[in-house]
């Protein structure tokens, strides 16, 4: 066994939590020490215009940094693996960030490449879900990672530059409704994007990340998000949320606890994205999971320790 801490930072928000691995005779098993726990601190706001990221979110980052630093201090965890993603690979100044990640931990941050997002994040996300071809989207900030195979290990992986930040700042979403005509640009972006993706040829598509379970918790009819959940969604149901969610302004979303404060300027171009990418299944429903590519991140680190 052993207990790993792994920290997440993505566009949109940075995660960490910490995990006992296990080997099993039924693979790696996983029991967790920390529960995810979550900063919003839109990490890339701006990056798509100015390829840098912003001072202030890098001011933020380095109290969460801080206050994580002493979570994983106080149960143990004798190993941290670090991984930041689309917002840290597009930055000009991304040694800014590696500076504050060494001042926090003493180690270097690794930046994963689109690929090894989607490799990882298939595995965290498809384990028990059987041998039939699955399609993972994890819908992210600054990229969407589709990965397509059987089994824990996919045969396609692709990372697409259509986050939710950044189409909300390509397309200008503001805090009500796009105006039809800038929402016919958005949409046709998105669909010229996906159709390099195979979607119909999986027989079963699983969605991952905060706008996909904003949507999915919503189209269930919950009202507050409950961690670790996997449900089915049917595809009507979620196309629906997705345009419910398109018409709502900022304003109407306070009356939905269940999307966050700094996610009300992006839920609408993350909707956006997960409708077209529900228009373009033929399947009858999706798979939603709370595994998140920090699951998968972990894993990968415990089988090079346990190997």
Same mark, same amino acid.
């Given at each position: 066994m052993v207990r790993i801490a792994g920290i997440d930072c993505g566009t949109n928000s940075v995660k960490m939590e910490v995990e006992d691995v296990f080997p099993s005779p039924s693979g790696l098993q996983m029991q967790t020490v920390i529960p995810r726990k979550v900063w919003t601190i839109r990490l890339g706001e701006g990056v798509e215009k100015t390829r840098r990221l912003s001072?202030?979110?890098?001011?933020?980052? !380095?109290?969460?940094? =801080?206050?994580f630093k002493a979570d994983i201090l106080? $149960?143990?965890?004798? &190993?941290? !693996?670090?991984? *930041?993603?689309? *917002?840290? !690979?597009?930055? %000009?100044?991304?040694? %800014?960030?590696r500076k504050i990640v060494? %001042?926090? +931990?003493?180690?270097?941050? =690794?930046?994963?490449?689109? =690929?090894? =997002?989607? &490799?990882?994040? +298939?595995?965290?996300? $498809? !384990?028990g879900e059987g041998e039939e071809a699955k399609l993972l989207v994890d819908l992210g900030g600054g990229s969407t990672e589709f990965a397509l195979g059987e089994g824990l290990t996919p045969s396609f992986v692709r990372s697409l530059d259509i986050g939710c930040v950044r189409m909300a700042e390509k397309f200008g979403f503001g805090p009500g409704p796009l105006a039809p005509e800038r929402r016919e640009g958005a949409q046709s972006f998105i669909r010229k994007e996906i159709s390099k993706i195979p979607i119909p040829s999986a027989k079963r598509l699983i969605g991952i990340s905060g706008?996909? *379970?904003v949507v999915s918790?919503?189209? *269930?009819?919950?009202?507050? +998000?409950?961690p670790y959940k996997k449900f089915e969604i049917d595809r009507g149901k979620g196309i629906e949320t997705c345009e419910k969610l398109m018409g709502m302004s900022e304003g109407e979303m306070e009356g939905y606890p269940i999307i966050p404060l700094l996610r009300r300027r992006v839920i609408r171009a993350g909707a956006l994205i997960w409708g077209e990418v529900l228009l373009a299944s033929p399947l009858d429903s999706y798979l939603f999971s709370d595994a998140a590519l920090l699951d998968g991140v972990i894993l990968d680190e415990a089988r090079r320790l346990l190997s």
């Open positions: 001072a202030n979110a890098l001011k933020k980052l !380095r109290p969460s940094l =801080e206050g106080s $149960c143990g965890a004798p &190993r941290l !693996r670090f991984v *930041a993603t689309s *917002a840290v !690979r597009d930055a %000009e100044n991304s040694g %800014e960030f060494w %001042e926090v +931990f003493g180690i270097e941050p =690794e930046i994963l490449t689109g =690929e090894e =997002e989607g &490799r990882l994040g +298939f595995e965290a996300a $498809c !384990r706008t996909i *379970a918790f919503m189209a *269930a009819g919950e009202k507050e +998000f409950s």
